[in-house]
């Protein structure tokens, strides 16, 4: 008839799910038409910068900001006494702790926001800096959370009692002045039970050390009162924009429609632009204060020591099994560095994250995990980078613990781990520690990648090198990583997940306009994952408009549905199911509309791609642009006019994405340089929604692992100071360091998500980091290598080496 | 990171040049490519109130090669020593050394005078100069001079050369024989855990002459007499190379710092030297 065009080609027209849609941002990005904080630019904006502490723990006997002041250009200079009577001297942190904005007397890490100074420019801001004079007395410096735990110095004067008792924290009882929480999961006595009583015990411990996500943009904010109107704005490098405006009117006392958070372009996040930074407090009240607008935009060392780091977990497990290799219980404790503050990122009754899902992918039927938190002279955070909750250091816990267990069972580690997978017909499992996986088949994954990779081929090179090393004749050895990895994102349900008493739901509101094109608002923000691109996509798929025709927007919150924002994998399994469920109403009432152009009951007519057709005669439709114009132009009994709807969606449970990874690696024992041969990825992360983008993101996530693993760190030495605060020390991999990736897929979908998808953000760099970690360990084993902590830098290789007499 | 405010000055001669550094003694340095100086002003870890560029000076560019002597003008980049098909001819060793210097973006800008006159252990043109045996010349008020490369370096940030001198340029005789560069590093644009500079010329299958030069091993460049003593009239066997190795152990003294314990970077120092007279001998 009139159509002439192919159902494919309507398909295709779609660009929706499945498609690899180039990504609509990168024209911009590209260009360098982004827009970040730092770009924005107002009428009179004055610039803030933070005097810092040089120590890290100190008292503070006096500031004298007079030569500050005196400098041309300088407009004010803030202490914790101008934000006292505000009460704005101290902050909450997401963790139920509090933070100071500006250092109350103390300082208690170094880099800590000591004064901040508003001028007339960022260069005349930075020569006050230099100018206000902090007369500090040292104090003894504690770094090692151990120690912390013993020592009679307390860190926190403001949690202990007059009387010297311990008051409970927000989590329950604290047994020393520097002791934030204990929290646990699980049962201890069955656990120790069964693994005093097991065939097979293997115990280590490993410390996953400090790191930092480091985004190229760092953090900022500029604020704007108008004492007019009485409106406070606020743009920011913000994860979860509208969190902010709630925190930001809770502190502030201004009502909250008089907030509007805006989060422009993000030049990435990881984690590291979930928390509120004292910058933020600051800049807001230097802009109540002088009644124009004030910017503040960190630089990379004030980033790297100051703002959330990631990671920083003592872990000592014991994991027991039969003599087969099928494991029977597992124990985890950990110490949890968490610096001078409790500022972690994660939902309010998880202190350690999702740190109980460090059973990993397999059917271990007792287990145990204790955390302790613990206060230290360090920079706060805790957040996770690029993982969801903790769930990087949880998995590099199993898949080390596998690696060990299988060194002392003296069997294959691939074999260990097939021997003990959760099985597909288990699926939904419930895990010891508590968790619900809702689906997986991960022995089809496994097999496909051990087979892509030729495993068995690798281990007999492996073997054949070893014999030439022993013999001399090369200096090389060679490590096989293997890791099998399964998250836990989409956080998630609100009967367990909050923030802040915020329900961590998500939202997506769609206007469909009259000519067929779409707007479409969520309560989540991009920061380089290409929302723009992706969630057009699931709509387009949905409602049967090509996602050329659909704008996305993020991150205003004077227009986006109120939503907790992104990280921890959860845009797409939340926010995305948002997106497939308003969609759905709008095709619901598309139908009704379809009906009565087609002259038809409700129930005749079906959705076909891109439009509606009498079920039965496929010649009779009507197709969405034309139902939404008939939404605007025509009176249709019983229906309002417009096509819009929303969806607030509280997801039932979380999604759980797995994946099976390969790493080869030789290793030059004598400098310890590691080369990294071949890298195989295979990630199901349910429906795919863009290959393409899922690639980009798999590559991101697995050179950020190949970072922690070999060399990123946040160190300190013994007196606190931070010894890796530019990109000359923290290793940040270029073009050059990074090898190629294979990468490959199945697809489990999930069964309670509206699309089935599960996320993939966070999967490569979670599965990655333990899969190069045990790539440098297996090259060592045949040598009796047990376990090496990273970051694997060439000069811990080399004591690797040495250590196991390899030099001699 | 902002640097304190600073006067910049831009003369179009030498002579402007040395006023302004007499005129203003301590407060006072030349930049030329900033790769430097720049990343230590912005730390205000240098304080320069007057700060005078070398961009527009004559006489400061251009590599020539004239009767086996090679000439380096203090401006010429490492970009420039990279791409000159004569300075490649001539003494290979500079493209071979250069290429590891940072990464493209800084080597367009980093030049061989700021290289060597800035005095930090971690540069790798110095002991590469010191390899070659080269010439620094200088000017200043008391007019120009010259000195040995292996004679420049006092400390770390300590040179021979007076607060109103210029260097000029470097310059040093065609080398002859094999040659070698080879640098562990973390990472591209990462100065060196541990460096080497070999050159090593043979006759009748043994060694002649051999020069070695080591990076980022102490507080100066460390050129090791005793080291290319230890190969020249030998066959350039394992033995000898161990040798070589031990005397070069004996002359440099690195500290720990986040690249690694000293230890580790004694033993990197071996293994990158053994490497680069391996390869210097391959070329001979
Ligand atoms: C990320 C990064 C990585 C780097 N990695 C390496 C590396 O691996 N190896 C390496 O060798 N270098 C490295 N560098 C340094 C780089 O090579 C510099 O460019 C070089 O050290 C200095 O040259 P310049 O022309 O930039 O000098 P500038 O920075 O302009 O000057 C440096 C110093 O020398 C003085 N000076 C300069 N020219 C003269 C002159 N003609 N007479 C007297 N004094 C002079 C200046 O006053 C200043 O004190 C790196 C730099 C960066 C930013």
């Known amino acids: ?808 | 990171m902002i640097p304190a405010a600073f006067e910049y000055y831009r003369p179009t001669d030498m002579a402007g040049v040395i006023a302004l550094l007499q005129e203003h003694g301590d407060d006072a340095r030349v930049i030329a490519g900033g790769h430097s100086l720049i990343p230590m002003m912005k730390l205000r870890m240098a304080d320069v109130p007057h700060l005078i560029d070398l961009q527009a000076i004559k006489g400061l560019n251009g590599i020539a090669i004239t009767d086996g002597t090679v000439t380096i003008g203090a401006m010429v980049t490492q970009h420039e020593i990279i791409n000159s098909a004569e300075m490649e001819k001539a003494a290979p060793i500079m493209k071979e050394a250069a290429l590891q210097i940072a990464d493209p973006q800084v080597r367009y800008m980093g030049t061989v005078g700021g290289n060597v006159a800035n005095g930090d252990p971690g540069n790798d043109m110095p002991g590469l100069m010191q390899c070659l045996n080269a010439q620094f010349h200088l000017t200043g008020p008391d007019g120009d001079r010259t000195v040995d490369a292996r004679d420049f370096y006092e400390a770390a940030y300590m040179t021979d050369r007076e607060d109103e001198e210029v260097l000029t340029a470097v310059s040093f005789a065609a080398p002859v024989g094999g040659f070698a560069y080879e640098k562990q590093k973390r990472k591209i644009g990462d100065y060196a855990t541990a460096a080497a500079a070999v050159q090593i010329s043979k006759e009748g299958g043994k060694v002649a002459a051999a020069s070695i030069a080591m990076t980022n091993l102490s507080d100066t460049p460390v050129w090791s007499d005793s080291a290319g003593a230890a190969l020249v009239g030998t066959a350039c066997d394992d033995a000898a190379v161990k040798a070589a190795v031990t005397a070069m152990l004996g002359d440099i003294d690195p500290t720990e710092d986040n690249r690694g314990p000293v230890a580790f970077k004694r033993h990197a120092a071996g293994i990158v030297l053994g490497r680069a007279i391996t390869r210097a001998w391959s070329r001979a």
């Open chain 1, 1 to 808: 008839m009139k159509d002439e065009v192919t159902r494919e080609e309507r398909v295709a027209g779609l660009k929706g799910l499945g498609c690899s849609r180039k990504r609509v941002e990168d024209a911009r990005f590209t260009q360098g038409k982004g827009n970040y904080v730092d770009d924005i630019k107002l009428p009179g904006m004055l610039h803030g910068d933070f005097v810092r502490s040089p120590y890290a723990h100190a008292r503070i006997k006096s500031i004298n900001i007079d030569a500050a002041m005196a400098l041309p250009g300088v407009t004010a200079v803030l202490t914790a006494k101008d934000l006292e009577p505000l009460g704005l001297h101290w902050m909450p942190t997401l963790a139920g702790d509090k933070q100071m904005v500006l250092a109350d007397g103390k300082v208690l890490f170094q880099g800590q926001e000591v004064a901040f100074v508003v001028a007339s420019d960022r260069y005349v801001a930075a020569d006050a800096v230099e100018l206000v004079e902090v007369d500090y007395e040292e104090l003894e410096v504690i770094v090692d959370p151990f120690k912390s735990l013993q020592s009679d110095v307390v860190l926190r004067e403001d949690l202990v009692a007059e009387d010297g008792s311990i008051p409970n924290g927000a989590h329950g009882p604290r047994k020393h002045p520097n002791h934030i929480f204990t929290w646990e999961a699980g049962e201890e006595e069955a656990t120790n039970q069964v693994i005093d009583n097991a065939d097979v015990v293997a115990t280590e411990e490993m410390y996953y050390h400090r790191t930092h996500p480091c985004p190229l943009e760092t953090c900022g904010s500029v604020a704007s009162m108008d004492k007019v109107n009485g409106k406070l704005t606020l743009w920011g490098t913000f994860q979860a924009p509208h969190v902010v405006r709630t925190v930001a009117s809770l502190l502030s006392g201004i009502e909250e429609h008089n907030i509007r958070v805006v989060s422009p372009d993000i030049g990435g996040g990881f984690g590291n632009k979930v928390g509120v930074y004292p910058g933020y407090v600051c800049s807001i009240v230097a802009s109540i204060v002088t009644g124009v607008p004030v910017k503040w935009v960190e630089d990379r060392m004030e980033n790297l020591m100051s703002t959330a780091f990631a990671r920083d977990y003592w872990m000592k497990g014991k994991i027991s099994a039969t003599k087969e290799g099928k494991i029977t219980g597992l124990h985890c404790h950990v110490t949890a560095d968490h610096g001078a503050f409790d500022a972690c990122a994660d939902p309010t009754k998880f202190p350690a994250g999702f740190m109980n899902i460090c059973t990993g992918s397999y059917d271990i039927p007792v287990a145990y995990l204790g955390v302790d938190g613990v206060y230290t002279n360090k920079a706060p955070g805790g957040v996770s980078y690029r993982c969801s909750f903790r769930v990087t250091e949880a998995v590099y816990f199993i898949e080390r613990m596998i690696e060990v267990l299988a060194i002392e069972l003296n069997m294959d580690p691939a074999e260990l781990r097939s021997i003990n997978f959760i099985k597909k017909e288990q699926f939904p499992y419930t895990a010891a520690l508590g968790w619900e996986y809702d689906s997986g088949d991960y022995q089809t994954a496994w097999d496909k990648a051990l087979l892509a990779v030729d495993y068995k081929g690798l281990r007999a090179e492996q073997a054949e090198r070893v014999e030439a090393f022993k013999r001399g004749e090369t200096r090389k050895v060679m490590g096989i990583g293997l890791s099998f990895f399964t998250e836990i994102v989409g956080a998630g349900p609100v009967k367990n997940c909050d923030i802040l008493g915020m329900g961590m739901f998500d939202s997506c509101e769609i206007r469909i306009h009259p000519t067929g094109s779409a707007v479409a608002r969520l309560g989540t923000i991009s920061q380089g994952q290409g929302h723009a691109t992706t969630f057009a996509q699931i709509l387009a798929t949905e409602i049967g408009l090509s996602a050329e025709s659909i704008t996305i927007e993020e991150g205003d919150t004077d227009t986006a549905p109120y939503g907790l924002g992104t990280y921890g994998s959860r845009s797409t399994p939340v926010a995305g199911a948002a997106a497939a469920m308003a969609g759905r109403k709008i095709r619901a009432k598309a139908q009704m509309i379809a009906a009565y152009l087609l002259e038809v009951h409700d129930n005749d007519v079906e959705f076909d791609v891109d439009r509606f057709v009498v079920k039965g005669t496929p010649e009779q439709f009507k197709t969405m642009k034309e139902i939404a114009y008939a939404a605007y132009n025509q009176a249709i009994p019983g229906l309002e006019p417009g096509l819009e709807a929303v969806s607030y969606y509280d997801p039932p449970n979380m999604t759980y994405p797995f994946g099976a990874y390969v790493c080869v690696m030789d290793i030059d024992v004598d400098t310890g340089v590691p080369e990294i041969r071949r890298f195989y990825a295979l990630d199901d992360c349910g429906t795919r929604i863009n290959p393409m983008v899922i690639e980009g993101q798999i590559h991101g996530g697995l050179t950020e692992a190949l970072a922690v693993a070999l060399g990123q760190e946040i160190a300190y030495d013994d007196m606190g100071n931070v010894k890796t605060a530019t990109l000359m020390d923290f290793f940040l991999p270029t073009a050059w360091e990074v090898p190629n990736y294979e990468t490959d897929f199945t697809v489990t979908p999930s069964p309670h998500h509206p699309i089935g998808a599960k996320g993939v953000g966070e999967s490569p760099h979670v599965g990655g980091v333990p899969c190069f970690s045990n790539a440098v360990q297996d090259a060592f084993r045949p040598f009796g290598n047990r376990h090496t902590n990273m970051p694997h830098d060439h000069w811990r290789i080399w004591q690797t080496a040495n250590n196991l007499g390899m030099h001699d």
